[in-house]
């Protein structure tokens, strides 16, 4: 009983307002949004939920709905995938599903639709612009996961959604790396009989936001042929293998 009545969140009328206004920004059918806007059921409560962060309320905030959005993500993914490109082959549609709901697509669909400003933070989270897109991208799943609990279908995830992943599509599959340059670079080296890439990172700053904060150079047998920066450890690697890449190609070894 205690859980159900914790469950049974007091909104505030300004806050339904603004979770309507920002659902209606998804381009979703008026038909599903009406049933969100029903004052009579629960659904507001579960986008609000969606869109509580866990540093703001610790008992109701949006990891369950993360995690059921994670599945419904990507199986919308797939559906997406088999419709739009019904005959690519299995690994390539691995290849292309990874990047349609990886964090970091996630975190751009999210920042597109603004969704950190009707997202809530505890004071110190709000505070925390490096975590930004980390935020984004949980929140922006929490709602994939949430708006298919309210509707119980993939349609409205798929109005939302497949004008982001047509986009996204068109992006990896005109990019030789499948925007994937440090899975290419090992490919690359495997298929030479060559030794991994090793990639050497140097923070030089401690400046969160600073794009250059991480140096890296990617090296073969100790040698470095690549080097690139980047805001984190993860991007100055990944630059490094698309300079590495791009070095390959110029001296005609790809």
């Known amino acids: 009983l205690i859980m159900s009545i914790l469950h049974k969140q007091i909104i505030s009328i300004d806050r339904k ?3 309507y206004f ?4 998804l381009n979703i059918d008026e038909a599903y949004i009406s049933k969100i806007k029903n004052d009579n059921s629960n659904e507001i409560n579960i986008i ?15 990891e369950k709905l993360e995690f059921f959005g994670d599945a419904v993500l990507r199986l919308a993914a797939t559906e997406f995938i088999e419709n739009s490109f019904p005959t690519m082959k299995v690994g390539d549609r691995s290849a292309l599903r990874s990047q349609l709901v990886s964090d970091e697509w996630l975190a751009k669909v999210g920042k597109s639709i603004g969704i950190e400003n009707v ?9 925390d612009n490096c975590a930004l897109p980390t935020f984004q991208a949980e929140a922006t799943e ?3 996961g949430g708006l298919y609990q309210c509707i119980n279908s993939l349609e409205p995830i798929h109005q939302w959604l497949n004008p982001h992943w047509e ?4 992006s990896v599959l005109a990019d030789p790396h499948k925007n994937n340059p440090k899975s290419a670079l090992q490919e690359w080296s495997q298929a030479q009989g060559m030794n991994m890439p090793e990639y050497k ?13 991480f140096f890296c150079t990617v090296n073969f047998s100790e040698k470095s042929i690549a080097k690139g920066w980047g805001g984190s450890r993860k991007d100055a690697e990944k630059e490094a293998a698309k300079a590495a890449l791009d070095y390959l190609y110029q001296i005609k070894k790809i």
């Open 119 to 127: 997202l809530l933070l505890g004071s110190k989270a709000s505070k």
């Open 167 to 170: 986009e996204t599509s068109k």
């Open 201 to 213: 990172i140097e923070e030089c700053s401690q400046e969160h936001g600073n794009p250059k904060r």
């Open 142 to 144: 929490a709602l994939i």
């Open 48 to 62: 609000n939920e969606a869109l509580t962060h866990t540093s703001a309320n610790t008992l109701i905030n949006h």
């Open 22 to 25: 920002f659902i209606k920004k």
């Open 17 to 19: 307002e603004q979770l």
